[in-house]
């Protein structure tokens, strides 16, 4: 079988669209698990004892149960009782959601990287909980996680390739819709597998570079 | 002391315990509004306990802590609402022995911080206050630098201005220049002593540097052990202790 250089016109801007779709998703989804992330860690840390066991048992069964099963739960039996969403909806819910359980434990990590000498100059300046969180905890754990959380979003761009199986037309889909039309398999997905690198290895070129700054 | 003057701050039989361990044992004593006290003696005899427990860091086990007649802590009595408690907190400002300084913000945005969340002051009334206190602690050149970017002497000199913002009637300094090189203790202690002569704060010190606690003081407590063993002028506890345990606790440190 050779390579029809040919169809790359065809292909290349089909990719491009469908990288479109996963960029949002992979956005939509990291910023739904920072968000949950940072609401679980810092409700955490002033639970009483039976809602600390709740949230880590959510977060235990989220973290080992396979994201695929999660996003079919999400898509094809939550409609049955609750609202049904669109395809993309529910695939940044169930991406935020699956990462978030990760993220959580990242911010847990970083709250308790801020020294308590921290804690207790906002008491010596009369701070209230509020703007200690608002003003120093929260801007300092960025700084301490953001490496991580970079990492993870390289995670959820990779992983939002599982959308494509329920229904969202991402890069994935994409070149799935196309390869089955037209049976240029070798084309398509060579393409797709470049372009997914090309973006995956400058995510990480650029989480290495803040890594280096911010250390 | 006058009786009639309410004091900035008092302790009324105050024991602190960590599990067993009694650290405070029915301690009782008070500031006078602008007086200086200097608080000495051994390592681990309580002397932070004490600092923490008017900052509001720990909670008395027993006992109770006014703040100009106004209720702080009660380790017995009913429990305080929480606005009355920061209420009288807000008299209380506090220097640490390892600064404290907000590693993300500026010089200038460390000191300015407070006054904009807390008060709710203006961004550019609190500007101009900021720099004009790092201007009186001698660093108005470095407003604009980072902690990591200053030495410890300056980071320190910093963490004063920041206290300073908040307007406090009382001033805590817990051992301040320990975490210090040696020759950067002096520009530290100095802008302590000119904050002395320039403003009527209370004062309560914690320092090893026995020339600093006599100069600053007006009067020094000695403690050990968990209790008050000595209290009195200055020259008196320096110069002609009543206990034999003071005058031992002054020969060791001047050795
Ligand atoms: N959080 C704590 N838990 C247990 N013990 C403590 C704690 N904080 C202080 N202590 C103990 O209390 C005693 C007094 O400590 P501290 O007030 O720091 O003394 P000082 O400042 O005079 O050196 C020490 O024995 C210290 O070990
Ligand atoms: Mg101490």
């Known amino acids: 079988?050779?390579?029809?250089?040919?169809?790359?016109?065809?292909?290349?801007?089909?990719?491009?669209?469908?990288?479109?779709?996963?960029?949002?998703?992979?956005?939509?989804?990291?910023?739904?698990?920072?968000?949950?992330?940072?609401?679980?860690?810092?409700?955490?840390?002033?639970?009483?004892?039976?809602?600390?066991?709740?949230?880590?048992?959510?977060?235990?069964?989220v973290r080992s149960t396979p994201l695929l099963v999660q996003l079919y739960l999400l898509f094809y039996v939550l409609p049955l009782y609750g609202p049904a969403m669109s395809p993309m909806t529910t695939g940044i819910l169930g991406l935020g959601i699956h990462y978030c359980a990760y993220l959580s434990e990242v911010f847990r990590a970083g709250i308790d990287a801020v020294p308590k000498g921290q804690w207790e100059a906002a008491i010596a300046l009369q701070f209230n909980r509020l703007q200690t969180w608002r003003r120093l905890i929260i801007p300092q754990v960025v700084r301490i996680v953001l490496p991580q959380v970079g990492n993870y979003f390289i995670s959820i761009?990779?992983?939002?390739?599982?959308?494509?199986?329920?229904?969202?037309?991402?890069?994935?889909?994409?070149?799935?819709?196309?390869?089955?039309e037209t049976f240029r398999y070798f084309e398509a997905f060579t393409l797709l597998g470049i372009i997914y690198f090309i973006v995956g290895f400058s995510l990480s070129r650029t989480v290495g570079y803040l890594e280096r700054r911010l250390a | 002391m006058n009786n009639q003057s309410t004091p900035a701050a008092e302790f009324v039989?105050?024991?602190?315990?960590?599990?067993?361990?009694?650290?405070?044992?029915?301690?009782?004593?008070?500031?006078?509004?602008?007086e200086r006290v200097s608080l000495i003696g051994p390592s681990g005899s309580g002397k932070?306990?004490?600092?923490?427990?008017?900052?509001?860091?720990?909670?008395?086990?027993?006992?109770?802590?006014?703040?100009?007649?106004?209720?702080?802590?009660?380790?017995?009595?009913?429990?305080?609402?929480?606005?009355?408690?920061?209420?009288?907190?807000?008299?209380?400002?506090?220097?640490?022995?390892?600064?404290?300084?907000?590693?993300?913000?500026?010089?200038?945005?460390?000191?300015?911080?407070?006054?904009?969340?807390?008060?709710?002051?203006?961004?550019?009334?609190?500007?101009?206050?900021?720099?004009?206190l790092l201007d009186?602690?001698?660093?108005?050149?470095?407003?604009?630098?980072?902690?990591?970017?200053?030495?410890?002497?300056?980071?320190?000199?910093?963490?004063?201005?920041?206290?300073?913002?908040?307007?406090?009637?009382?001033?805590?300094?817990?051992?301040?220049t320990s975490a210090l090189d040696p020759e950067l203790i002096g520009e530290v202690l100095d802008v302590v002593h000119s904050l002395a002569s320039e403003t009527r704060m209370a004062m309560l010190v914690v320092t090893h540097e026995m020339g600093f606690a006599r100069d600053i003081a007006d009067r020094v407590i000695f403690m050990e052990k968990g209790r008050i063993v000595e209290e009195g002028l200055p020259d008196q506890v320096f110069e002609d202790p009543a206990s034999e345990r003071t005058r031992s606790f002054l020969r060791s440190v001047r050795r």
């Open chain 2, 48 to 132: 932070t306990t004490i600092l923490r427990m008017l900052m509001t860091l720990e909670q008395p086990t027993s006992g109770d802590i006014r703040v100009f007649g106004k209720p702080l802590s009660s380790g017995t009595g009913p429990r305080l609402r929480e606005q009355d408690v920061r209420a009288a907190r807000a008299h209380i400002g506090m220097v640490f022995q390892q600064f404290n300084l907000f590693p993300h913000m500026s010089a200038i945005g460390n000191v300015m911080e407070a006054p904009m969340q807390v008060l709710g002051m203006a961004k550019d009334d609190a500007r101009a206050m900021a720099q004009a």
């Open chain 2, 13 to 34: 039989d105050v024991t602190k315990s960590y599990g067993t361990l009694e650290v405070l044992q029915n301690l009782s004593f008070s500031i006078a509004p602008a």
């Open chain 1, 1 to 61: 079988m050779n390579f029809d250089l040919n169809s790359i016109n065809v292909i290349l801007p089909l990719l491009l669209q469908g990288l479109k779709v996963t960029v949002i998703a992979s956005t939509g989804a990291v910023i739904v698990a920072i968000a949950l992330g940072l609401l679980i860690a810092i409700v955490r840390r002033s639970a009483g004892r039976a809602l600390r066991l709740a949230i880590d048992t959510v977060v235990t069964v």
């Open chain 2, 136 to 176: 009186r602690v001698g660093l108005g050149a470095k407003a604009d630098s980072y902690p990591s970017q200053l030495s410890g002497g300056q980071q320190q000199r910093v963490a004063i201005a920041r206290a300073l913002a908040m307007k406090p009637q009382i001033m805590l300094l817990d051992e301040i």
């Open chain 1, 157 to 180: 761009y990779k992983h939002s390739s599982l959308l494509a199986t329920i229904t969202v037309v991402e890069i994935l889909g994409t070149t799935l819709n196309y390869a089955g």
